[in-house]
């Protein structure tokens, strides 16, 4: 049995070579190969259309490496908690072995995971996933109370925005690669363990 799928996607998409890209990609994918020890099969499967690429990788950038009030690891943490909300595989592999290099504990991401609760997390953990989850879950109902709750716990008003923004990020990128049967990178199952 192989435990890879034979497939990137379930699309059959016109995947360029790396020297195909433009310079600009292949420098990044060389750099993502550098430092992850692999090109991440998102940015794959995105190669095949260079503007949506373009604008994946910019707005993931900026939210998950950009400057803010949260650390990468709780950037992560949203991930996987918004991925196992919306049982996205490839979101909780990739970010599941995300949140185990930050953490240095291999078996949190497993915890988010599962169920972000049994998890032992802080009081700001579980409050920033609580507001996460509920707008994955159920954004029509998000009011003030929710906001507070993140205030109450010491996030200020722009890691409001921002744990929306990754929330928001999550939701949508876990609908494509569902939609289309995105699968992870093997890699990443034995990362950080």
Not at 41 to 64: D, G, P, R, T
Request: proline share 5%; net charge negative.
């Amino acid at each position: 049995m192989n435990p890879q799928p034979s497939h990137l996607t379930a699309l059959d998409l016109p995947l360029p070579s790396q020297d195909q890209l433009p310079e600009v990609f292949q420098k990044y994918f060389a750099l993502c190969e550098d430092k992850l020890g692999l090109i991440p099969n998102v940015l794959k499967a995105y190669s095949h259309n260079i503007a949506q690429l373009e604008a994946f990788s910019s707005l993931y950038n900026e939210l998950m490496l950009g400057k803010s009030g949260l650390s990468n690891l709780e950037k992560e943490m949203i991930a996987v908690a918004v991925s196992a909300s919306n049982a996205c595989y490839y979101c909780q592999v990739a970010h599941g072995a995300a949140v185990r290099e930050y953490s240095q504990e291999p078996t949190l991401g497993e915890l988010l995971v599962m169920n972000y609760r049994v998890a032992e997390l802080s009081e700001r953990h579980i409050a920033m996933l609580d507001f996460s989850v509920k707008l994955t879950e159920s954004p029509h109902r998000m009011n003030e109370d929710d906001r507070q709750q993140l205030r109450d716990v010491g996030f200020s008003d722009q890691d409001i925005w921002d744990i929306a923004n990754i929330a928001g990020f999550y939701n949508m990128t876990n609908r494509v690669a569902s939609a289309v049967d995105m699968q992870p990178n093997l890699e990443y199952h034995s990362q950080h363990r």
